[in-house]
């Protein structure tokens, strides 16, 4: 039979999820936000799509793994280019660089990231329940 730090082993866990997916969602977030912004000077970089990675700890209070969100890294993929010389950001050639974001793979990043959201709210309020039935039975 399992003790109550079980239930809190589990609950920190998919805690540990909730924030990180939390946290991934705000970078995928900022990245369609800036998918059509361009560089404040002629000819400059624009903004640099961010790929968020993931790092597994151990919480030594609990003795358990947890997930967190790790570093935040640039994507170093190619810039979208487009002809466009009557754009204050287009250099010498009339080329205006465009983020590296494609809003087809956020979208798609961010059903990801919100199943996984979703799962581990769904494990804390298994474990909720799961506490209320213990708590019901031992005061029957």
Do not use: C, W
């Not at 970089?45 to 967190?68: A, G, H, I, M, Q």
């Not at 793979?105 to 996984?116: I, K, L, N």
Request: charged content about 25%; glycine content about 6%; overall charge positive.
């Amino acid at each position: 039979m399992s003790d109550g730090n079980d239930f809190l082993r589990s609950m920190s866990i998919a805690t540990s999820g909730l924030r990180a997916q939390a946290g991934r969602m705000r970078v995928i977030s900022e990245n369609i936000a800036n998918a059509d912004s361009t560089a404040k000077t002629a000819g400059g970089d624009p903004y640099r799509r961010k790929v968020p990675t993931f790092s597994s700890e151990l919480d030594r209070t609990l003795d358990s793994r947890v997930v967190t969100l790790g570093k935040i890294k640039p994507d170093n993929s190619d810039f979208r280019v487009k002809h466009e010389p009557g754009n204050p950001a287009a250099d010498a050639n009339g080329n205006v660089k465009y983020p590296n974001v494609n809003s087809l793979v956020e979208m798609t990043d961010m059903r990801e990231a919100q199943r996984s959201y979703e799962a581990n709210l769904n494990i804390i309020s298994a474990t909720r329940r799961m506490i209320q039935r213990t708590l019901d039975i031992l005061k029957a």
